[in-house]
């Protein structure tokens, strides 16, 4: 057990809630949906696409994850350490996105432009027809709707498990929330 972990449980409670917070953290709802395409893997491995991963889609700077090891983690990666490096790569891509958005959204809508920016990369979100279209004043349901099924592909390939993983994040999108995220 390590003593990052004590750090850890506290910061739940924190997680839980996006009032004063902003960006605000994911609901569980999010974290849900992205770890269970974002599967536990304790050591690393190449995710079929070149990318070295570990823990719950933790891309590594390098082949041997020393971006993870400078960290204090090591291999097998244990289960806790995983969320809270889950938790703390979270940060970056809520961040990127609160500051790429002005539109108005729920828990449940910006969850999942989080899940999909965290697959995809802050600067392919920053670019995309869809944060486009969201800041001109589109409707989101339309937006999301027509513009998440498209990031489907991997190295110009249509993906089965991001096809899947888009339709996912679509249907949390259009879940009901009466709880605001953006703007915050």
Known sequence: MRYRLALFVPALAVFGTTQGQCPPPINDAT?????????????????????????????????????????????????????????????QFETCLNNALSATLNDNQYGALVSWTFNIGCGNMGSSTLVRRLNNGEDPDTVADEELPRWNKANGQVSNGLTARRQAEDNLFDTYSDYPALPC
Do not use: R
């Open 31 to 91: 974290t849900q949906l992205m770890q269970g395409y974002e599967t536990y893997q304790s050591d690393p491995y190449d995710d079929g696409y070149g990318n070295i991963t570990v823990g719950y889609g933790h891309k590594c700077a390098d082949d041997q994850c020393s971006d993870v090891t400078d960290q204090g983690y090591s291999f097998p990666m244990s289960q806790d350490d995983a969320n809270y490096l889950f938790q703390s790569d979270l940060q």
